[in-house]
């Protein structure tokens, strides 16, 4: 790990701490938007990752739990409202806040593929979008101590502040779950790889090919 230069250690402590609080904001807007999701919904993004069976959810674990919440709240059917939308609809917060701040980063949130390129000289990563192609500043600090370099994971990121957060899902990209997203003609149906990012489908065909490849029996969101 790479030591940041010397003089940045209040710099660093400062964005910590920014970060902090907006994490704890972000946390609370996913827990109380669950609220807005209903049963029909969850089913329907369970069954998109194989996690239904007779109108059971069988996920196995938390992690996996988590990937259906993710699609259920980030995703929709046409004509259908998103869950965050509903959300913040029926909440009063106030201007300029960070309840509003966060909210508004949440419901613009961007899906992709992304490699960890170095640490960043305050704190937190320099990722690239592989598919949109650019350097984003992450502050995360899971990431940014387990997160080794070159290392490819999907996420969505949202915009708070001058960088960026995840929104609470992680998934490694190894070989087997790159084969076979790179296989799979649904991730790749638009146009454009930023329009490939966008579609929802992608973010879904990317954590079926994760379930299937075993890869999140090894993951741990906190």
Known sequence: REAPPAGTDHARDAVLARYRELRAASIEHHSNALKFLSRGAINRCARQLGLLTDRTVNAESDEELTL????????????????????????????????????????????SLWRIERRHEIAGLIVFDLLRERDIWLVD????VSGPIGMVFAARLAAVADFRMTTGV?????DDVLADLMTDERAWRRDTLAAVAADPCFART?????LDSGVMEAVRFA
């Open 68 to 111: 259906i919440f993710d699609l259920a709240l980030y995703t929709t059917e046409p004509g259908r409202s998103y869950a965050f939308d509903r959300y913040a609809r029926a909440g009063r917060f106030p201007p300029g806040s960070d309840a509003e701040l966060v909210l508004a980063a949440l419901r613009r949130a961007e899906f």
């Open 141 to 144: 600090q899971g990431m940014e």
């Open 170 to 174: 992680i998934v490694p990209i190894d």
């Open 206 to 210: 990317v954590y079926r090919a994760a």
